[in-house]
């Protein structure tokens, strides 16, 4: 399995960006897809997560509201639609994957760094003031 994260970029406070993640090397209908994002000197957290089966997501509730996670299942790539961006969502975002049949999870499951075991390269963003 291969993911590739791309989207990242510069921009100012309040604006938007999409970032995507393309998905190789399986068939993806029975996996949760993640983003996390890593600022310097931070861990890494969970940004949002999706069920590729079902759609449910799951989000922090720092980005709750402003941040959509979708997927397009022709694509097999997952999206991060990030709106009302601040200075404080400024990190490298990386794209994760775990693979979940028909297991059944609890939201804290999707929010873990320890759950997914694929992990895409990272995509800076960057939100000026």
């Known amino acids: 399995v291969q993911l590739q994260a791309s989207g990242g970029g510069l921009v100012q406070a309040g604006g938007s960006l999409r970032l995507s993640c393309a998905a190789s090397g399986g068939t993806f209908s029975s996996w949760a897809m993640g983003w996390f994002r890593q600022a310097p000197g931070k861990e890494r957290e969970f940004v949002a997560a999706?069920?590729?089966?079902?759609?449910?997501?799951y989000y922090a509730d720092s980005v709750k509201g402003r941040f959509t996670i979708s997927r397009d299942n022709a694509k097999n790539t997952v999206y991060l639609q990030m709106n009302t961006l601040k200075p404080e969502d400024t990190a490298v975002y990386y794209c994760?994957?775990?693979?979940?049949?028909?297991?059944?999870?609890?939201?804290?499951?999707?929010?873990?760094?320890?759950?997914?075991?694929?992990w895409g390269q990272g995509t800076q963003v960057t939100v000026s003031s």
């Open positions: 994760a994957a775990k693979y979940t049949g028909d297991h059944y999870y609890s939201s804290r499951y999707y929010k873990s760094t320890d759950s997914y075991d694929y």
């Open positions: 999706i069920k590729w089966s079902n759609g449910r997501t």
